[in-house]
């Protein structure tokens, strides 16, 4: 699971602490007003019947709140992210799950396979529609890993999965056993990106949290409930869903444009052709990860060139 590196390694942007501080913001003003909904006075008017003394600790307690939960929130992030890509899931509630997404995938292929053939066929020029929906479908196929075995139990994990996957159907390079060692040569921009890809969708992650946790109001404001819905919905299917995709597209190009740096950091011989580099590919993830002391292949000169070693 390359999301748990990225937690540790990539840093946490200014930005995404306001966001964060933002949400905590609207989540605690909309329990204001479903306060003041169940008892038909608002905050302001209670406060102005206190003392003020009560009313300045009455200030520092609502400050320590709004700070304290949205640590707790932010802290929350990365468990929720690896629970929303399947993990952890019980038995039965995984495998019914995952049987859904085989199914979709199944379908996928199908419809894949009659719009391809359409455009193969094709004496004329295509309809736009008809080419539109093969991107569409095309795309969607490639959020889903092929084998059932491979496969989790919804659209965030599969999405990260297939894009972890990728790099050794390619390469033969297994791209969670890699990845260590091509981020510290990636480029700093690239890493820069990745960084705020997965900022953007621990930010769209924290915001389901909240959405979800305003249920908590349910006791004072009966419309809680349908609100918390209603909004984790639309954050998952619209906040989420773009970040996460962002951020599997930025890791499967990693492999496809710096893993020669890594071929050269490490001395390892270039490969020749597609298909050694896959053989070449799965040497070196079994180098890294368990070391070696076969005579081949050939350890390379260092390289002369300064921007080999970025």
Same mark, same amino acid.
């Given at each position: 699971?390359?999301?748990?590196?990225?937690?540790?390694?990539?840093?946490?942007?200014?930005?995404?602490?306001?966001?964060?501080?933002?949400?905590?913001?609207?989540?605690?003003?909309?329990?204001?007003?479903?306060?003041?909904?169940?008892?038909?006075?608002?905050?302001? &008017?209670?406060?102005?019947?206190?003392?003020?003394?009560?009313?300045?600790?009455?200030?520092?307690?609502?400050?320590?709140?709004?700070?304290?939960?949205?640590?707790?929130?932010?802290?929350?992030?990365?468990?929720?992210?690896?629970?929303?890509?399947?993990?952890?899931?019980?038995?039965?509630?995984?495998?019914?799950?995952?049987?859904?997404? &085989?199914?979709?995938?199944?379908?996928?292929?199908?419809?894949? &396979?009659?719009?391809?053939?359409?455009?193969?066929?094709?004496?004329?020029?295509?309809?736009? #529609?008809?080419?539109?929906?093969?991107?569409?479908?095309?795309?969607?196929?490639?959020?889903?890993?092929?084998?059932?075995?491979?496969?989790?139990?919804?659209?965030?994990?599969?999405?990260?999965?297939?894009?972890?996957?990728?790099?050794?159907?390619?390469?033969?390079?297994?791209?969670?056993?890699?990845?260590?060692?091509?981020?510290?040569?990636?480029?700093?921009?690239?890493? #820069?990106?990745?960084?705020?890809?997965?900022?953007?969708?621990?930010?769209?992650?924290?915001?389901?949290?909240?959405?979800?946790?305003?249920?908590?109001?349910?006791?004072?404001?009966?419309?809680?409930?349908?609100?918390?819905?209603?909004?984790?919905?639309?954050?998952?299917?619209?906040?989420?869903?773009?970040?996460?995709?962002?951020?599997? #597209?930025?890791?499967?190009?990693?492999?496809?444009?710096?893993?020669?740096?890594?071929?050269?950091?490490?001395?390892?011989?270039?490969?020749?052709?597609?298909?050694?580099?896959?053989?070449?590919?799965?040497?070196?993830?079994?180098?890294?990860?368990?070391?070696?002391?076969?005579?081949?292949?050939?350890?390379?000169?260092?390289?002369?060139?300064?921007?080999?070693?970025?």
């Amino acid at each position: 699971m390359l999301n748990r590196f990225l937690d540790a390694v990539a840093g946490r942007l200014a930005k995404e602490w306001l966001v964060v501080g933002t949400q905590s913001l609207v989540f605690w003003a909309g329990g204001f007003a479903a306060v003041a909904w169940d008892t038909g006075r608002s905050p302001v &008017e209670r406060m102005r019947a206190l003392t003020p003394g009560t009313q300045a600790l009455v200030v520092a307690a609502a400050l320590l709140a709004l700070v304290l939960s949205g640590v707790a929130v932010r802290r929350l992030t990365p468990a929720v992210l690896t629970f929303l890509e399947g993990y952890g899931w019980p038995g039965q509630l995984r495998r019914y799950a995952t049987t859904r997404q &085989e199914a979709r995938r199944h379908r996928l292929r199908e419809r894949w &396979e009659r719009l391809h053939a359409a455009l193969g066929d094709a004496a004329e020029p295509v309809a736009p #529609d008809t080419y539109d929906a093969f991107v569409r479908t095309d795309a969607a196929l490639r959020r889903i890993p092929g084998a059932p075995e491979r496969q989790l139990p919804t659209w965030v994990g599969n999405t990260l999965r297939a894009a972890e996957q990728r790099p050794y159907q390619k390469y033969g390079l297994d791209a969670v056993k890699c990845w260590p060692h091509l981020w510290l040569v990636l480029p700093a921009e690239a890493r #820069d990106q990745i960084a705020r890809a997965r900022a953007a969708l621990d930010s769209a992650v924290s915001a389901l949290i909240w959405s979800a946790g305003f249920v908590v109001w349910t006791p004072w404001a009966g419309w809680a409930v349908p609100v918390a819905a209603v909004a984790a919905a639309a954050v998952y299917r619209g906040a989420l869903r773009g970040p996460c995709a962002a951020l599997a #597209d930025l890791l499967e190009a990693s492999y496809d444009l710096h893993r020669t740096a890594l071929y050269t950091a490490l001395r390892w011989p270039l490969p020749t052709d597609p298909a050694h580099e896959r053989e070449s590919g799965k040497l070196l993830t079994a180098y890294l990860w368990r070391g070696s002391d076969a005579p081949v292949p050939v350890f390379t000169p260092p390289p002369d060139a300064p921007e080999c070693h970025r």
